[in-house]
């Protein structure tokens, strides 16, 4: 008997058909490459065309501007059927829920109709560019420098860590404006690649997702006009930033809670067929116990993440509450798939098994995004 999921309260109908044609996608066109794109570091550029015309991209965006028109709820479907296939290399999530909407909430009319169709049909690849060699998650001490000459910003400096950072055909890059400043000096600035002085440099060699093309990037006299700043002004970056980081953790805690899943599904299904001493594993009573334990984490992270849905499809999770939201389902994730790999004894040790491939996957859950110390200070900043 697989694992018992609850059905979550935001389902309707619609969403159950979506799911289909979104599970289907990520059977046919992710799970037969993982290997593939493993030895690649990147998935094939084709695969962002491909999700553009079954109608997989720009999916909560208006279809005034070539979106899908639907909301968060669709976006998280997606999120966990590429979950559940586990597949962690395609950077749909950054596409789709962070940088589609950064220039929705932030960027000028002209070029929301420019670029929001392109992100619509997979024409251009999305990424956005905070992190640098020397800053984390202090966004105040970025040192990315764009200084404005007439009608253009003229930008120095690097990043990294940057998913999708291959492909990008655009980035929304985290700057300095006003390097005194502090927060009210940060700025963000859409970078075509296209653009002279834009160089990508190594894609990053990780522990887990190493199908995804994370990379740096580097910006030697990159000249943008001034009209791709975002916001109306100079130094509303960290403001902006602040106001999209909440669904940003909320995506990742969808991700979390359906490998976490998909993982207690697995071991359920090896422990039952696997033998040892002459009877199944499933019939120990530590790996009861151990299994019992790990079907309510996912239960409680099921039940606590479909409340954060409901609340930002309502417009009312807050950044407590996303914090909150990444910190539990981040941490149990990573206990649970720990524990799970111990179940597989020496085969979860082996990258042929999915849960290997899980267990270093989400490892860096507890770090982008915010860290997990990180979450703990934010929570504690309401308290």
Request: with cysteine; aromatic share 10%.
């Given at each position: 008997m697989p694992l018992q999921i609850q059905r979550s309260s935001w389902l309707n109908t619609e969403l159950d058909d979506f799911r289909q044609l979104a599970k289907s996608f990520c059977e046919n066109e992710l799970k037969p490459h993982q290997e593939r794109w493993i030895a690649a570091k990147q998935v094939d550029r084709e695969l962002w065309t491909k999700a553009g015309e079954v109608g997989l991209l720009a999916l909560s965006i208006p279809e005034s501007y070539g979106?899908?028109?639907?909301?968060?709820?669709?976006?998280?479907?997606?999120?966990?059927?590429?979950?559940?296939?586990?597949?962690?290399?395609?950077?749909?999530?950054?596409?789709?829920?962070?940088?589609?909407?950064?220039?929705?909430?932030?960027?000028?009319?002209?070029?929301?109709?420019?670029?929001?169709?392109?992100?619509?049909?997979?024409?251009?690849?999305?990424?956005?560019?905070?992190?640098?060699?020397?800053?984390?998650?202090?966004?105040?001490?970025?040192?990315?420098?764009?200084?404005?000459?007439?009608?253009?910003?003229?930008?120095?400096?690097?990043?990294?860590?940057?998913?999708?950072?291959?492909?990008?055909?655009?980035?929304?890059?985290?700057?300095?404006?006003?390097?005194?400043?502090?927060?009210?000096?940060?700025?963000?600035?859409?970078?075509?690649?296209?653009?002279?002085?834009?160089?990508?440099?190594?894609?990053?060699?990780?522990?887990?997702?190493?199908?995804?093309?994370?990379?740096?990037?580097?910006?030697?006299?990159?000249?943008?006009p001034v009209a791709n700043l975002l916001g109306d002004q100079e130094g509303q970056g960290f403001i902006q930033l602040m106001q999209q980081l909440p669904q940003e953790r909320l995506i990742i805690a969808v991700t979390a809670v359906a490998g976490l899943e998909a993982a207690v599904e697995q071991t359920l299904a090896y422990t039952k067929e696997r033998t040892a001493f002459g009877r199944?594993?499933?019939?120990?009573?530590?790996?009861?116990?151990?299994?019992?334990e790990a079907a309510t984490e996912a239960a409680v992270a099921r039940a606590f993440l479909d409340q954060c849905i409901e609340r930002h499809l309502r417009g009312e999770l807050d950044v407590q509450g996303a914090a909150m939201a990444k910190l539990w389902t981040t941490e149990r994730v990573n206990?649970?798939?720990?524990?799970?790999?111990?179940?597989?004894?020496?085969?979860?040790?082996?990258?042929?098994?999915?849960?290997?491939?899980?267990?270093a996957d989400v490892r860096i859950s507890r770090i982008f995004g915010g860290t997990s110390e990180i979450m703990k200070d934010i929570i504690s900043r309401t308290l």
């Open positions: 979106g899908g028109g639907g909301t968060f709820a669709h976006e998280t479907v997606l999120y966990e059927e590429q979950a559940r296939s586990g597949d962690g290399g395609w950077g749909v999530s950054v596409h789709n829920g962070i940088v589609a909407h950064y220039l929705l909430a932030y960027a000028s009319e002209e070029r929301k109709k420019e670029w929001l169709p392109k992100f619509a049909s997979g024409e251009f690849v999305g990424a956005v560019a905070m992190t640098e060699p020397g800053t984390g998650s202090d966004l105040q001490g970025i040192k990315t420098r764009a200084v404005r000459e007439g009608d253009e910003y003229v930008i120095n400096g690097a990043k990294t860590f940057i998913t999708n950072g291959a492909h990008a055909d655009l980035v929304v890059v985290a700057v300095k404006t006003d390097p005194d400043g502090g927060a009210k000096g940060v700025s963000l600035i859409a970078v075509p690649t296209d653009t002279p002085g834009f160089r990508r440099g190594r894609v990053l060699d990780k522990v887990g997702l190493r199908a995804q093309d994370t990379a740096e990037l580097f910006f030697d006299d990159v000249r943008v199944p594993i499933f019939g120990f009573q530590n790996t009861k116990f151990t299994l019992a206990k649970v798939i720990d524990d799970c790999v111990q179940l597989f004894g020496g085969y979860g040790y082996m990258m042929e098994y999915p849960i290997a491939r899980a267990w």
